[in-house]
Nanobody, 125 residues
Framework: QVQLVESGGGLVQTGGSLSISCAASVRPFSLYTVGWFRQAPEKEREFVAAIHWSSDAAYYADSVKGRFTISRDNAKNTVHLQMNNLTPEDTAVYYC??????????????????WGKGTLVTVSS
């Protein structure tokens, strides 16, 4: 069974940067498309970014494009999300999600088999 564990959340000021990570207990990790979603208080969960299993192509929500970068390290079974120029609107619990051999668009729709428990990112104004 695939398990995903997020880490790296915390408190940062507006305009600051933060990197969060997702560690997966699955092999071969290279066959999994991995993404990030977030859920702010009293809001629905929304897609943030995803990275493809084979091409390392990335897909971003418009709200984070140009500020966030997703990357993967298959040797360490880890995906990172580098977040720059953060604003209070980025405050949310960030969830890692993964599925085997799926497209970026499929994962972005949220039809994913495996989710992490989330890590809280708080951006102060």
């Amino acid at each position: 069974q695939v398990q995903l564990v997020e880490s790296g959340g915390g408190l940062v000021q507006t305009g600051g940067s933060l990197s969060i990570s997702c560690a997966a207990s699955v092999r071969p990790f290279s066959l999994y498309t991995v993404g990030w979603f977030r859920q702010a208080p009293e809001k629905e969960r929304e897609f943030v970014a995803a990275i493809h299993w084979s091409s390392d192509a990335a897909y971003y929500a418009d709200s984070v494009k140009g500020r966030f970068t997703i990357s993967r390290d298959n040797a360490k079974n880890t995906v990172h999300l580098q977040m720059n120029n953060l604003t209070p609107e980025d405050t949310a619990v960030y969830y890692c999600a993964a599925d085997r051999l799926v497209s970026l668009s499929a994962l972005a729709q949220g039809s994913v088999n495996t989710w992490g428990k989330g890590t809280l990112v708080t951006v102060s104004s």
